[in-house]
C-alpha cells in the first residue's frame, strides 16, 4: 500500500484560504462517502491480501482531518492505483470549490513515509501553531471515527491511525510535552496570580463550552473563585459543562455559579474579574467597542481576559483599554516558550515521533511483504500443484506399464519444468523491451536477481551461455 | 562636632543603603531567573543559587540602616534636641522616616504576597538618606522650635513626617504598580514576575498607606494651620495662597483621591500609582520650599541683633551657640545680604543660647 498526504495549512495558505477549503463535521461524512464512491470502499477486509496483484480500484482509503489550521486528507492505496497526487488535487477541487490551480500553489503533498511522518507530527502538536499543543489529538481522533463511519478506512490506515494516536500518546508523555501541556492553562492561571491576590472575591467568567474552555475552567476552580459562569450560544451545551464542573447556586454544589444566557454576556463581562473565552464563533464575540461601554460600569475594576479561541473571541484592542489585561493563546505560549527546556522536550517529542513513524511504516512495510510473500507462496504452489498432478499422472501409466526404469527420468523432468515454469514470468521479463509502453529497467531486475539469489557477477564468456527457459506452454504437452 | 558626626554616619548610613538596593536588585534578578529555570527542573544549579544574594544578609543590612538611623536621631535628640521633642532639624525628621522606612522593608521582606517591594523601597530609603545627608551638612536649619505652641509644632512635624512616610511608601508600591502593570500588558512570562507581589496587593498597599499618609497629613495641615493663626505672620500676610500651602493641600487633596480610589473609579489601576507618585513629589516640592525658602523668623529676633550691629560680635556669639559653626561655614545665605544674614544668626544664637 502507498501512503498519500494532501494537505492545506497554515504553513502554506493564509487563513482566508484555510476557512474557505475547511470541511466542518456536518460535510464531511458526505466527503468522504464521495471519496469511497469515486476510490472505492476500503472497508472491504485485507484488500492487500486480494489477489488482484496489479491495478486495483476499490480499495483506496481515506481520512479526512479538517481543523481551523488544516485541511488535510490521509489517503492509502494500493502501489499503482488510483488516486494519485493529482486526482486527490482534483477531488479536493470538487468538494471545496475552490480553484484547482490555488488549491495546487498551497498545498503540500507527501509520500509513503513522510506523509505518515507527517500525520505523526500533527497529531503530536508538533505542525500546529502553538507548537506542543495536545488539542489536535482530539481532532485526529475525530477525524479517524468520523472516516471509520463513513467505511472509508482499511486496514492499512487503521494501523497507522491507531498507531499514531498511540504513539504520540506515549511520546507526549516520556518527553514531558503532555506536563508542558498542560501549562498552557495553567499558564493562564499563573498570570491571573500576577493580577489578582487571591480567587475567593473573584468572579470568573468562561464563554463556549468547548474542551479549552472547560480545561482551563477546571483550572481556575482549583483556586476557588467566588462565582463561575458558563456562558454559551446554545444553553444546553453551556448548561451541561456548568454540570460537569459542579456549578450550581445551591450550597451542596462544588462551586458557586452556574450557566447563563447567551443574552446575558454583557452583565456577566460586568460582573467578572476574569473572563476565559474559547467559543468556536468566526467574528470576535467580545469587541473594543462593547467592551468600552461596559468599563464605566465595571467601575475600571481590573478585568483579566483570556482569549483561548482561534480565530479570535475578543479584538485585540480590547487589550489596550486601561485596567483590561488580555493575553490570547499565543501570548500564552509565547510566555510558554520561554519555559526553559521546552525546546528539549519537544525535540525529544520530535524524534520520538520520527521513530514511532519510522517503526509505522516499517510494520506496514513488512506486512505488505508478508502479503507479498503469501501471494508468491499460493502462486507458486499452485504452479507447483499443476505439475505434481501431470507427474502424477505419468507416473501412474509407467507405473501400470511397469516401466519402473523411467521413473527417474520422469523426476528429472518434473523438476525441470518446475524451475522452468517458476522462472519463466519473471525471465520473461528481462527479455523484454518495453512492457506497456514503459521502459523495462533490465539492468534493475538483473541486479535485484543477483541479490535476491546470492549469484555472483560473471563474465558471459566464461560460462556457458544459457537460453532463457522455454515457455512453460510451449514445453507442455 | 554634632554636625561632624551626623554628616560622617550619615554617609556610612547611605552607602550601606546603596549597597542594600543593589543586593535587593540582584537578588530579584537571580530569583527571577532561578524561578524560569527552577519550574521544570528538580536539579536546579547549587553553584546558582550560591551566587543569589543571601536573604539573611539582607535583612540585616536594612535592620542595620534602620537601627543606625534610629540610634543617630535618638543620638541628636540627647545632644541637640530640648526636652521632649525628638525633631530639632530636617535631618531629624528625615531620620525618623528612614528608621521607619527601615522597619517596613523588613515587614515587607518578610511577606511574600509583596516580593519584590524591597526593590523600590530599599533606593527610597537611600534616596532619602542621601537628602539627608543634604539637610544635614549643606542646609543646616533648626526648626523655629521657640514658637508660641511647641506642642502644636511638635504635633505639626511628627504629623508632617509620617504621613510622608505613608506617602512615600504609596509612591514606592506606585512605582511598583507601573512597573508589574508593564510586565502584564507586555506579556512577559509569569514564572519570571512570580516572585513580584500582584497588581491586587499593590492597588491594596497604594490605598491603604495613602490612608496613613492623608490621616497622618490632615493632623499635620490642621496643627500647621493651627500654629499660623497663633504666628499669622510666618508665612507673611496670604499664607493660605503661598506655594508652600498650596502645594502641601494639594498633596493633600491627591491623597484624599488615591486613598478612595476603589470609589473614585475614574482613577482606578494606572492612574492611582501615578496619583500615589505625583502626590509624593509635591509632597517633596514643599520640603524643598520649607528647605529653600527664607528662614521665618519674627521682628522680635531680628531686633535683638540689630542692637549689637556687629557681624564679627555676632560670629562670636554664633560660636558660642552649638551649631554656629556649621551654619557659619556653610550656609550660604552668608554671603547675601547682611540684613538676611542677621536674621538668620539671630535666629541661631537665640536658638543655642539661653535668652
Known amino acids: 500500500m502507498r501512503f498519500l498526504l494532501l494537505g492545506i495549512n497554515h504553513r502554506t495558505a493564509p487563513v482566508e484560504l484555510r476557512e474557505s477549503l475547511a470541511i466542518n463535521a456536518e460535510r464531511l461524512p458526505a466527503v468522504l462517502a464521495a471519496f469511497r464512491d469515486r476510490f472505492g470502499g476500503g472497508d472491504e477486509s485485507e484488500s492487500g491480501a486480494a489477489p488482484s496483484g496489479g491495478r486495483s480500484v476499490g480499495s483506496g482509503e481515506c481520512v479526512l482531518l479538517s481543523t481551523c489550521n488544516r485541511t488535510e486528507l490521509y489517503v492509502a492505496r494500493p502501489s499503482h492505483a488510483e488516486p494519485t497526487i493529482d486526482t486527490l488535487r482534483r477531488f479536493l477541487a470538487e468538494q471545496t470549490g475552490a480553484s484547482l490551480d490555488l488549491i495546487t500553489a498551497s498545498s503540500i503533498h507527501r509520500e509513503q513515509q513522510p506523509a505518515v511522518h507527517h500525520l505523526f507530527r500533527v497529531t503530536a502538536g508538533l505542525d500546529a501553531m502553538a507548537v506542543g499543543e495536545t488539542q489536535v489529538i482530539g481532532q485526529v481522533r475525530r477525524a479517524y471515527d468520523a472516516a471509520q463511519q463513513a467505511g472509508t478506512v482499511g486496514p492499512s490506515l487503521n494501523r497507522v491511525f491507531q498507531s499514531a494516536l498511540r504513539e504520540v500518546k506515549q511520546a507526549h508523555q516520556q518527553s514531558g510535552v503532555a506536563a508542558l501541556q498542560q501549562s498552557v492553562s495553567s499558564m493562564a492561571v499563573e498570570f491571573a496570580g500576577n493580577l489578582f491576590e487571591s480567587f475567593t472575591d473573584k468572579t470568573v467568567a468562561g464563554l463556549g463550552a468547548g474542551e479549552i474552555t472547560k480545561a482551563t475552567l477546571q483550572r481556575m476552580l482549583a483556586k476557588s473563585p467566588g462565582k463561575t459562569w458558563v456562558v454559551n450560544r446554545t444553553p444546553a451545551a453551556g448548561l451541561a459543562l456548568a454540570d460537569t464542573l459542579g456549578l450550581g447556586l445551591e450550597k451542596e454544589a462544588a462551586h458557586h455559579g452556574g450557566a447563563r444566557p447567551w443574552e446575558e454576556l454583557d452583565e456577566v463581562l460586568v460582573e467578572s474579574d476574569i473572563v476565559l473565552t474559547g467559543t468556536a464563533a468566526a467574528e470576535p464575540v467580545i469587541t473594543a467597542e462593547r467592551f468600552k461601554k461596559l468599563l464605566r460600569r465595571r467601575r475600571n475594576r481590573p478585568v483579566f481576559l483570556i482569549d483561548l479561541a482561534v480565530p479570535r473571541d475578543v479584538e485585540p484592542a480590547v487589550g489596550s483599554l486601561p485596567n483590561v489585561y488580555l493575553y490570547n493563546i499565543d501570548d500564552l505560549n509565547a510566555a510558554l516558550a520561554d519555559v526553559p527546556r521546552r525546546r528539549e522536550k519537544i525535540d525529544r517529542c520530535e524524534a520520538m515521533v520520527r521513530d514511532a513513524a519510522e517503526r509505522c511504516v516499517g510494520a506496514a512495510q513488512h506486512q505488505d511483504l508478508g502479503v507479498l510473500v503469501r501471494q508468491l507462496r499460493s502462486k507458486l504452489l499452485a504452479i507447483g500443484d499443476d505439475e505434481r498432478a501431470r507427474t502424477q499422472r505419468k507416473m501412474q501409466t509407467l507405473h501400470d506399464a511397469g516401466q519402473y526404469d523411467k521413473i527417474e527420468g520422469l523426476l528429472d523432468e518434473h523438476t525441470h519444468r518446475l524451475i522452468n515454469k517458476v522462472l519463466h514470468l519473471p525471465l520473461s521479463q528481462l527479455d523484454k523491451k518495453k512492457r506497456g509502453g514503459e521502459e523495462v529497467p533490465t539492468n534493475f531486475y538483473a541486479a535485484a536477481l543477483r541479490r535476491l539469489f546470492d549469484l555472483d557477477d560473471v563474465s558471459a564468456t566464461t560460462a556457458d551461455p544459457e537460453p532463457l527457459p522455454p515457455s512453460p506452454a510451449a514445453n507442455d504437452e | ?355
Open chain 2, 1 to 355: 562636632m554634632i554636625q561632624t558626626l551626623t554628616n560622617l554616619s550619615l554617609v556610612l548610613l547611605t552607602l550601606l543603603s546603596a549597597a542594600a538596593s543593589v543586593l535587593a536588585v540582584a537578588r530579584l534578578r537571580q530569583t527571577m531567573a532561578l524561578a524560569m529555570q527552577a519550574s521544570h527542573a528538580s536539579e536546579s544549579d547549587d553553584n546558582d543559587l550560591l551566587r543569589r544574594p543571601n536573604k539573611r544578609l539582607l535583612n540585616t543590612l536594612v535592620a542595620l540602616i534602620g537601627l543606625g538611623a534610629a540610634g543617630l536621631l535618638m543620638y541628636r535628640w540627647l545632644a541637640v534636641g530640648d526636652g521632649w521633642n525628638p525633631l530639632s532639624a530636617h535631618v531629624d525628621g528625615l531620620l525618623l522616616i528612614a528608621s521607619l522606612l527601615a522597619g517596613v522593608g523588613l515587614y515587607i521582606q518578610s511577606r511574600p504576597r509583596l516580593g519584590g517591594l524591597a526593590v523600590f523601597l530599599l533606593p527610597l530609603l537611600t534616596l532619602i538618606l542621601a537628602w539627608a545627608i543634604c539637610a544635614s551638612a549643606w542646609t543646616y536649619r533648626p526648626f523655629h522650635l521657640d514658637s508660641l505652641s511647641p506642642v502644636w509644632t511638635a504635633v505639626h512635624l511628627a504629623g508632617v513626617y509620617l504621613g510622608t512616610l505613608g506617602c512615600a511608601l504609596a509612591a514606592a508600591a506606585g512605582v511598583m504598580y507601573l512597573v508589574v502593570q508593564g510586565q502584564l500588558k507586555a506579556k512577559r512570562n509569569p514564572r519570571g514576575l512570580l516572585r513580584l507581589a500582584s497588581l491586587e496587593s499593590l492597588e491594596r498597599l497604594i490605598t491603604r498607606s495613602a490612608t496613613l499618609g492623608f490621616a497622618l497629613l490632615t493632623v499635620g495641615l490642621i496643627s500647621g494651620v493651627v500654629i499660623l493663626q497663633y504666628e499669622g505672620d510666618l508665612l507673611g500676610p496670604g499664607w493660605w495662597y503661598s506655594p508652600k500651602v498650596l502645594a502641601a493641600f494639594s498633596a493633600w487633596l491627591v491623597y484624599a483621591v488615591v486613598m478612595n480610589v476603589r470609589y473614585a473609579t475614574a482613577f482606578r489601576g494606572r492612574r492611582a500609582a501615578w496619583l500615589a507618585i505625583g502626590g509624593f513629589v509635591l509632597l517633596l516640592v514643599v520640603y524643598g520650599i520649607v528647605t529653600s525658602g527664607p528662614a521665618t523668623t519674627t521682628d522680635r529676633l531680628e531686633v535683638g541683633f540689630e542692637d549689637s550691629r556687629d557681624l564679627a560680635g555676632a560670629a562670636a556669639a554664633a560660636n558660642s551657640s552649638l551649631n554656629a559653626e556649621v551654619f557659619l561655614i556653610n550656609h550660604p545665605a552668608v554671603a547675601g545680604p547682611v540684613e538676611s544674614r542677621l536674621r538668620h544668626f539671630s535666629l541661631d544664637v537665640l536658638r543655642g543660647g539661653p535668652a
